[in-house]
């Protein structure tokens, strides 16, 4: 077992896919109405984010959307990356105290919310 499934994070490959036509409407007749008249689209290029087993989001297409969208789908593989980073410097007696380590292990607990003890524990 990955050290993501044992965070309870995707292991799948993460993706962006566009889609050309994407229908965001699930309200009712009468909300889809006003939407109509205020000129609010129904269908929009959008952006999904996910793994191939299924999405996580749809948000509209445009170049700042697309810029974060990527930056998502790599966000797993290179907080695995950087656990496992952390792990060899420790293990080579490069950790304590080290900037970079530190600095490290701060982004490592803001993205899974765990300390780097309670990952170690993990590892």
Same mark, same amino acid.
């Given at each position: 077992?990955?050290?993501?499934?044992?965070?309870?994070?995707?292991?799948?490959?993460w993706?962006?896919g566009?889609k050309? /036509?994407?229908?965001?409407f *699930?309200?009712?007749i009468?909300?889809?109405?006003?939407l109509?008249?205020n000129?609010?689209?129904?269908?929009?290029?959008a952006?999904?984010i996910?793994?191939?087993?299924?999405?996580?989001a749809i948000i509209?297409? *445009?170049?700042?959307n697309n810029?974060? %969208?990527?930056?998502i %789908?790599?966000?797993?593989?290179?907080l695995?990356?950087?656990?496992?980073?952390?792990?060899?410097?420790?293990k080579?007696g490069?950790?304590?105290?080290y900037?970079?380590?530190?600095? %490290?292990?701060?982004?490592?607990?803001? %993205?899974? /919310?765990?300390?780097w003890?309670?990952?170690?524990?993990?590892?």
């Amino acid at each position: 077992m990955s050290i993501l499934s044992k965070l309870g994070i995707t292991e799948w490959p993460w993706v962006v896919g566009e889609k050309e /036509n994407y229908y965001s409407f *699930d309200g009712t007749i009468e909300e889809k109405k006003l939407l109509e008249i205020n000129n609010i689209p129904l269908r929009f290029p959008a952006l999904g984010i996910g793994t191939n087993t299924g999405g996580v989001a749809i948000i509209p297409l *445009d170049e700042s959307n697309n810029a974060n %969208a990527k930056l998502i %789908a790599a966000a797993p593989d290179m907080l695995e990356a950087l656990i496992l980073e952390v792990r060899n410097h420790e293990k080579n007696g490069i950790g304590e105290g080290y900037q970079w380590n530190e600095l %490290a292990k701060d982004l490592i607990q803001k %993205a899974t /919310n765990k300390s780097w003890e309670e990952i170690k524990d993990l590892l």
